[in-house]
């Protein structure tokens, strides 16, 4: 129940107007969120490194309507891939395809990928589209095999839902295909036609896509998206089982999630990645981390009460 309203909350107007207002929001959206600036999510990726951890940098936005606005996300995205070069980080990025247009036009937002990823093969900065809600999985699809297959670009990975039913499809055929997926349960409001609504059924299918995935052959790479103690335990028996080699996988967390584990899981020779979002557009990702655990709700609730 609290799942679906903070997810519902997640996309309504009104909340985001009333609660952007307040800092006491912004400051309990920080603890999954590098800062409002470039300069804070370098800032954080260095600090992660020294950590033995990489990072994923998201400039947070989505559902963007103006054209103008998609240009400056693109000049963003342009300079943080120059400036992760210039800095000499390891990290990559990550994107929504409704930041760069997709409510507008497809062909906006392909257009605006294609700038992006040029830039980012000009620094060696991989790029992974990030998934939406199931409106747009059949475009991002086509849109991702458009850049490798017709653009050539060698620098780009898609996400898969575990939740939704269609996903076991969908990575036969990237396995078959040799894509660079990452993993991830799923974070949006979806309806039982079309996602699994039980956890435990959840579960069993990021298990069952993970395990075909990490079996196939090479250059097949998975990223392991999830902060699940059995989702983990469950990666490192396919390991075992399939004599998967390091290089076809990496774990992947969220920034501020679980912060501990991702140091140890680091120190124990996986490699680890960390989804650094930043900007200013905190709301909806901020409610869809809220949505993931309820007991999130409480830091919100003391911020409320403390200020
Ligand atoms: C790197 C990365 C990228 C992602 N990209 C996408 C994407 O493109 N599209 C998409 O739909 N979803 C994306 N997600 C979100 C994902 O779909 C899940 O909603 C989220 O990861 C929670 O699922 P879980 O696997 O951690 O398992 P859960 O069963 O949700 O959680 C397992 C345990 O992890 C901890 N935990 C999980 N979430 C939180 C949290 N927010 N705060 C504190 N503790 C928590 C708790 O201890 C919880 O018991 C991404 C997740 C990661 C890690």
Not at 45 to 51: D, K, V
Not at 149 to 164: C, E, H, P, R, S
Not at 202 to 213: K, N, P, T, Y
Request: charged fraction near 25%.
């Amino acid at each position: 129940m609290i799942r679906r309203l903070l997810l519902y909350l997640s996309s309504a107007d009104w909340t985001k107007r009333a609660l952007t207002r307040f800092s006491f929001a912004r400051r309990t959206a920080l603890r999954f969120v590098a800062g409002e600036t470039m300069d804070d999510a370098i800032q954080a990726t260095r600090a992660l490194e020294q950590h033995g951890l990489l990072a994923t940098l998201d400039y947070l936005g989505e559902s963007v309507l103006e054209e103008a606005d998609t240009r400056a996300v693109v000049a963003t995205y342009q300079a943080l891939v120059e400036r992760i070069q210039r800095e000499g980080l390891k990290a990559s990025v990550s994107l929504k395809l409704t930041h760069l247009g997709l409510d507008i036009s497809e062909d906006l937002c392909k257009d605006n990928l294609r700038a992006i990823l040029k830039a980012a093969q000009a620094c060696n900065v991989h790029v992974t589209i990030d998934m939406e809600s199931s409106a747009y999985t059949e475009k991002t699809l086509r849109i991702f095999r458009a850049m490798r297959d017709t653009f050539k670009f060698d620098n780009v990975g898609i996400v898969i839902q575990a939740y939704l039913r269609r996903s076991e499809q969908d990575m036969r055929e990237l396995a078959a295909e040799g894509a660079h997926v990452r993993l991830c349960k799923g974070a949006y409001l979806e309806p039982p036609e079309v996602a699994f609504p039980k956890k435990d059924d959840v579960d069993a299918s990021f298990v069952r896509l993970m395990r075909a995935f990490l079996n196939a052959p090479p250059p097949a790479y998975l990223c392991i998206a999830t902060h699940d103690e059995n989702m983990i335990a469950a990666a490192e028996a396919a390991f075992r089982d399939f004599e998967v080699p390091p290089e076809r996988y990496e774990f992947q967390m969220l920034y501020g999630v679980r912060p501990a584990r991702q140091r140890e899981l680091a120190q124990s020779g996986y490699k680890v990645r960390i989804y650094v979002p930043f900007g200013e557009a905190w709301y909806p990702y901020f409610m869809r981390r809220l949505a993931e655990r309820p007991a999130n709700l409480w830091f919100f609730v003391r911020a409320l009460v403390g200020r």
